[in-house]
């Protein structure tokens, strides 16, 4: 796996070092009955949560393929982070965002998840870095739903929000309209050119950043990043 082409996110801690690898485990929930005449049918059902399996190198100095390309924050910024994920008992996102060799676009995954295991090993092959491995379960929210009811003559009719008014989310991978100035860096470092009315794509979220989404033309080259009050998320 290409060090520089995998941008991987635990909520909003960026891996200093891409995964070497990534496995995502998706189990059926199907179940298989004999009926009386010995036949067998199975029974589809939803597949199970699925489960996310990666490694990834802790280091505990500077290395020139750092995805950051800053300063190393120490290998105790990323122990405790997976420490509070787990701790915290609270689900979060986990995003990949994947390019090619080309730097262009290829696609991401954003869901939701939680810290389920985690383990890390010191060995002398890796000199001080630490390496680690880390399980997610998918999570998908839950809980009882209120719904307001309003009489209209005999009928009871469900009352719901007019989704024409809801405002769809941006995430990687969305389809945006820019007007506004780009900028080489999600800090507003190196200011370019300015788009209006351009029909984009976010491949990149620094939620840290004044000016947290990175712009690619539809295509996937790249263009820069914009503040939050640039975009407009295309419906």
Not at 48 to 60: E, G, T
Not at 203 to 225: A, C, D, E, V
Request: hydrophobic content about 30%; overall charge positive; charged content about 25%.
């Amino acid at each position: 796996m290409s060090s520089k082409g995998y941008y991987v996110y635990l909520d909003k801690c960026l891996l200093p070092v891409a995964p070497s690898r990534i496995v995502t485990e998706t189990e059926s929930g199907s179940k298989s009955v004999t009926l009386t005449d010995g036949s067998e049918v199975n029974i589809l059902k939803s597949p199970k949560l699925a489960s996310i399996k990666l490694n990834f190198l802790i280091p505990q100095k500077n290395y020139p393929f750092l995805m950051s390309g800053k300063a190393n924050k120490g290998a105790k910024f990323y122990t405790d982070y997976l420490k509070s994920l787990k701790e915290s008992k609270r689900p979060f996102q986990f995003i990949v965002s994947r390019m090619g060799a080309d730097g262009g676009y290829l696609f991401s995954t954003n869901i939701k998840v939680s810290l389920e295991d985690y383990t890390l090993t010191e060995d002398a092959g890796n000199g001080f870095d630490i390496e680690a491995a880390v399980m997610l379960k998918q999570y998908k929210d839950h809980g009882v739903k209120k719904v307001k009811l309003s009489l209209d003559g005999a009928h009871l009719q469900r009352s719901r929000p007019d989704s024409s008014t809801a405002e769809k989310p941006i995430m990687i991978g969305s389809d945006v309209i820019v007007n506004g100035r780009l900028y080489g860096t999600s800090y507003g470092d190196a200011p370019g050119q300015t788009r209006t009315n351009y029909r984009g794509k976010v491949n990149f979220i620094n939620p840290k950043g004044s000016h947290p989404y990175h712009i690619t033309t539809p295509s996937g080259l790249w263009q820069g990043w914009v503040t939050k009050d640039s975009l407009k998320a295309v419906t």
